[in-house]
């Protein structure tokens, strides 16, 4: 059976690279947003209709949102308060940094696309983390929680757009050449001011 029926799956991903903790990310079904986006929806007031799996924003925040281009997503209490709670359920992964790039856009495009990759980490530790769940009062949904730290190496072989730098090298040098005789220019401008001050017929 697969998670989709019956648990909420959310990710709470920390980019490391090197000794440095990047920003961090959440990870739903309905989303792939920076923690620091989640936690300003704290402030924001909530309604619930009689359909306990919509969830909305009252009218004024929901115009917030959209000044601050937060996308339009429904996010429950229990989300929020689900990444801010300590973790008790730990993955350490190692990945390529530029194919973590390539991820990171497709979490942010492709709903099937988080879809399957929530259904593979739920599907390889669903086992190790048995019974460690809990249930939302407000939408009464059985959420799984996991924390996941992506330590991002560098890649092994790097992508050299030729084609693009041979156009910035072209660039380069005709701003090289134009910034010398505008120099030129400014001084020779210089001295025949300065012959005027001396020479009334320069």
């Known amino acids: 059976m697969s998670y989709r029926n019956f648990v909420y799956p959310i990710l709470k991903i920390s980019p490391v690279f090197g000794s440095v903790v990047m920003d961090e990310y959440v990870l739903t079904m309905d989303f792939y947003l920076p923690l620091y986006h989640i936690n300003c929806l ?19 925040s929901l115009n917030c949102n959209r000044i601050k281009n937060f996308p339009d997503v429904n996010v429950c209490p229990c989300v929020i308060n689900a990444v801010n709670e300590t973790y008790t359920r730990k993955l350490n992964i190692k990945l390529d940094a530029i194919l973590f790039s390539i991820i990171t856009c497709e979490l942010k495009n492709s709903k099937i696309f988080r879809s399957n990759v929530l259904s593979n980490f739920y599907s ?19 959420l799984w929680i996991l924390y996941v730290s992506v330590y991002l190496q560098f890649p092994i072989k790097n992508i050299i757009d030729h084609k693009w730098n041979k156009k910035l090298e072209l660039m380069l040098m005709e701003r090289c050449e134009l910034e010398n005789a505008m120099a030129w220019l400014s001084t020779l401008g210089g001295a025949f001011s300065a012959l005027g001050d001396y020479f009334e017929d320069c």
């Open 124 to 142: 390889f530790s669903r086992k190790r983390y048995a019974g460690q769940r809990s249930t939302c009062p407000l939408c009464e949904r059985l």
């Open 42 to 60: 704290e402030e924001m007031e909530y309604y619930f209709t009689d359909d306990l799996d919509s969830h909305h924003f009252s009218e004024d």
